[in-house]
C-alpha cells in the first residue's frame, strides 16, 4: 500500500486521507491516538489522525499544542488484517467496523479539506431531532428542554456519523449541551 506522509510545520504528522482499502475507527486506549498513529504509520497502514491547534497554558507559557479532534479515535484504511495488527499494539480498546464505506470516505474527505484550509472548526454536540439538551450559557442557562429541528441554513456541519459527532464551521459557540437522562 502506499502511503504518503507529509511532514508540515503546523503538525507532528499532516497525513493524506489513506486511499486503498476499508475504513475501520479505532477506539483507542486513553491518550494513545498519536503513539497508535505513529505504529501504524511505521507498519505502512494507512491512517488519518484528524489533528487540530489549540492553545494550551502551562503556568504563564503559552504553548500551541495539535490535538486529536476526536479524542479517543483515529481512523485506518487497510485490510481487516491491518485493523488487527493495530489491535496487537496494546493501544487499541475496540475495532469498529463501517458498514457504511461511502459515505465515512465523503466524510473524511470533508473533514480533511477543512482542516488543511486550517478552518475553524469547534466541538459541535451531534443533535437530532428529540435530542435531550441543557443550555449551558446565556439568559436561559440550565433551561433543558428536547431539540425540535437541527437544521438551519446558517450552519455548516462536518458529521463523522460512525462517531454520532459533528464539527461546525459557525463561529459562535453552541449553546446546547446533550443530557444523558431525562429528568
Not at 486511499?19 to 486513553?30: A, K, M
Not at 479515535?73 to 467496523?97: C, K, P, S
Not at 478552518?119 to 433543558?144: C, H, I, M, N, S
Amino acid at each position: 500500500m502506499t502511503h504518503q506522509s507529509n511532514m508540515g510545520a503546523n503538525s507532528e504528522f499532516a497525513v493524506d486521507l489513506p486511499t486503498q482499502g476499508d475504513w475501520f475507527v479505532l477506539h483507542t486506549r486513553s491518550r494513545q491516538e498519536k503513539a497508535l498513529t505513529a505504529d501504524l504509520l511505521a507498519m505502512n497502514v494507512g491512517v488519518y489522525l484528524p489533528l487540530q491547534s489549540q492553545i494550551r497554558f502551562h503556568g504563564q507559557r503559552k504553548v500551541k499544542a495539535r490535538l486529536p479532534l476526536f479524542p479517543g479515535y483515529l481512523f485506518l484504511r487497510g485490510t481487516r488484517e491491518q485493523a488487527f495488527l493495530a489491535d496487537r499494539t496494546r493501544r487499541v480498546a475496540n475495532i469498529i467496523t463501517v458498514n457504511d464505506q461511502q459515505t465515512i470516505d465523503c466524510q473524511l474527505r470533508n473533514l480533511h479539506l477543512a482542516l488543511s484550509q486550517e478552518a475553524p472548526l469547534d466541538p459541535y454536540p451531534y443533535l437530532q431531532k428529540g435530542t435531550w439538551v441543557e443550555v449551558t450559557a446565556g439568559p436561559f442557562r440550565g433551561l433543558q428542554g428536547v431539540v425540535e429541528n437541527r437544521l438551519s441554513a446558517d450552519r455548516l456541519l462536518l458529521q463523522i456519523d460512525m462517531l454520532g459527532r459533528a464539527m461546525s464551521l459557525e463561529i459562535d459557540p453552541s449553546l446546547l449541551q446533550v443530557l444523558d437522562d431525562r429528568p
